[in-house]
């Protein structure tokens, strides 16, 4: 079982920066995956950015060059840092877990990002 929390989220202006954070209950060098994904209203939850167990990140056309995806292994934590922000960046972000036996989501941070 993993328990993930995210927190971070909030109101920023059109081309300002937020990071999120999330924690996780176990350590993270054992999650094979893990991810930040969104879903804004009326549309289907995407994935955002991920990195393995390796260290190995992808990202979303939408988000590259702006969100960058990291973890610090000693505080079984993974950010995603979002610089020049977007309107059409407004979403509930998840962080998801990918382990060798089962799959997990956090409850949600909300994102709103102003014109």
């Known amino acids: 079982q993993v328990q993930l929390v995210e927190s971070g989220g909030g109101l920023v202006q059109a081309g300002g920066s937020l990071r999120l954070s999330c924690a996780a209950s176990k350590a993270i060098f054992s999650i094979n995956r893990m991810s930040w994904y969104r879903q804004a209203p009326g549309k289907q939850r995407e994935l955002v950015a991920a990195?393995?167990?390796?260290?190995?990140?992808n990202y979303a056309d939408s988000v590259k060059g702006r969100f960058t995806i990291s973890r610090d292994n000693a505080k079984n934590t993974v950010y995603l840092q979002m610089n020049s922000l977007k309107p059409g960046d407004t979403a509930v972000y998840y962080c998801y877990a990918l382990t060798s036996v089962a799959d997990y989501w956090g409850q949600g941070t909300q994102v709103t990002v102003s014109s």
């Open positions: 990195i393995t167990s390796g260290g190995i990140t």
